[in-house]
């Protein structure tokens, strides 16, 4: 066990230093591929064999997640019909270890005479593939990590290391930002981040507990657990919102012996504000369009459990934590 791990540090070496080759062999072509990619009017079509195709696949999905429109086509499944995907100014990018598999150079052959978008290569220096590029990228001819050179390791992880940090250096070309990102990632936990308004959670309409500041006690009380949000919200004459009474307020005024059934709404409010002991409710209201994540940050900075939604001053909906955290915030 102890030799497994004294191998795997030196596999995770040997793929630390092969990152330093491939940053080495970085030159303007590779700024020439960010331009070409960031500048297509149509997709970018991402091929490659064996290995080879699956860091391709999942370039396809890293592209298309930061907002660049490709797709993964076989190169043996596009010399048999999948070409018909090309269109003009489609672009390509071919991957491929030693550039020497035909079917991929076949396909970027084939590509050239269908599409006017450029092909961009990444192989080894000096590959056939290569010939067919427009732009060609390359990784370092290094040996891969197992003991026969033989399973395709340290070149997997070279190539889809060009292939992220091109989608990225894409991505900021095209100035997307965590908003755009968020609309490929609805959802994900960024895009709820990002995407979702405390709108689309607030509890309204007649579930919303409201009274006015001259209600009863008793009507307090009632609204209070008709509801079963354990709090209400108070209203002055105009319908404008005054403040929230909850159920622990009532429990503490009791606790401290209060006259409560001889007190209105308003004065049940009026003694049961926060002491020095708690920091102030700094945004205990916002509107239906902000962000829910926003009202999350908030009601921890706060040390509250929910936040009333008011428009024109009226309340109209109530959000609490338990609700965003259980949409995933």
């Known amino acids: 066990m102890v030799d497994d791990v004294k191998r795997?540090?030196?596999?995770?070496?040997?793929?630390?230093?092969?990152?330093?080759?491939?940053?080495?062999?970085?030159?303007?072509?590779?700024?020439?591929?960010?331009?070409?990619?960031?500048?297509?009017?149509?997709?970018?079509?991402?091929?490659?064999?064996?290995k080879s195709g699956l860091v391709g696949q999942k370039a396809a999905?890293?592209?298309s997640s930061t907002?660049?429109?490709?797709?993964?086509?076989?190169?043996v499944e596009a010399l048999h019909g999948d070409l018909g995907i090309v269109e003009e100014h489609t672009g390509m990018l071919a991957i491929s270890k030693?550039?020497?598999?035909?079917?991929?150079?076949?396909?970027?052959?084939?590509?050239?005479?269908?599409?006017?978008?450029?092909?961009?290569?990444?192989?080894?220096?000096?590959?056939?593939?290569?010939?067919?590029?427009?732009?060609?990228?390359?990784?370092?001819?290094?040996?891969?990590?197992?003991e026969w050179n033989l399973a395709p390791t340290t070149s997997t992880m070279t190539s889809m290391g060009i292939c992220d940090v091109l989608a990225i250096c894409v991505?900021?070309?095209?100035?997307?930002?965590?908003?755009?990102?968020?609309?490929?990632?609805?959802?994900?936990?960024?895009?709820?981040?990002?995407?979702?308004?405390?709108?689309?959670?607030?509890i309204s309409g007649s579930a919303l507990p409201i009274r006015p500041l001259h209600a009863?006690?008793?009507?307090?009380?009632?609204?209070?657990?008709?509801?079963?949000?354990?709090?209400?919200?108070?209203?002055?004459?105009?319908?404008?919102?005054?403040?929230?009474?909850?159920?622990?307020?009532?429990?503490?005024?009791?606790?401290?012996?209060?006259?409560?059934?001889?007190?209105?709404?308003?004065?049940?409010?009026r003694l049961s504000r926060r002491g020095d002991d708690l920091p102030p409710v700094t945004h205990g209201s916002s509107s239906a369009q902000a962000k829910a994540i926003d009202c999350l940050e908030q009601m921890q900075e706060d040390e509250i459990t929910s936040i009333v939604i008011l428009e024109e001053s009226r309340p109209i909906g109530l959000v609490r934590m338990q609700d965003l955290v259980a949409a995933g915030l």
């Not at 960024?190 to 405390?198: E, I, M, S």
């Open 61 to 63: 999905a890293t592209f």
């Open 98 to 146: 030693s550039g020497g598999n035909e079917e991929t150079i076949e396909f970027a052959r084939q590509f050239k005479q269908v599409a006017r978008g450029p092909v961009i290569t990444l192989t080894e220096p000096n590959s056939r593939l290569e010939q067919q590029a427009d732009v060609a990228l390359h990784i370092p001819k290094l040996p891969e990590i197992d």
């Open 67 to 75: 907002g660049t429109r490709a797709t993964f086509v076989h190169p």
């Open 216 to 269: 009863t006690f008793s009507e307090v009380i009632y609204e209070i657990s008709s509801k079963g949000l354990g709090l209400v919200l108070l209203v002055d004459n105009s319908g404008s919102y005054h403040g929230l009474l909850t159920d622990g307020d009532i429990r503490r005024l009791m606790e401290r012996k209060e006259p409560i059934t001889e007190l209105n709404a308003s004065e049940c409010f």
């Open 8 to 50: 795997a540090s030196a596999m995770l070496a040997t793929y630390a230093k092969a990152m330093h080759r491939t940053a080495d062999l970085l030159n303007p072509e590779f700024q020439r591929a960010v331009d070409a990619i960031a500048s297509l009017p149509s997709i970018l079509v991402i091929t490659g064999l064996g």
């Open 171 to 202: 991505q900021q070309q095209k100035s997307l930002t965590a908003e755009d990102f968020a609309q490929f990632h609805p959802h994900g936990t960024l895009g709820r981040r990002l995407l979702l308004q405390v709108g689309d959670l607030m």
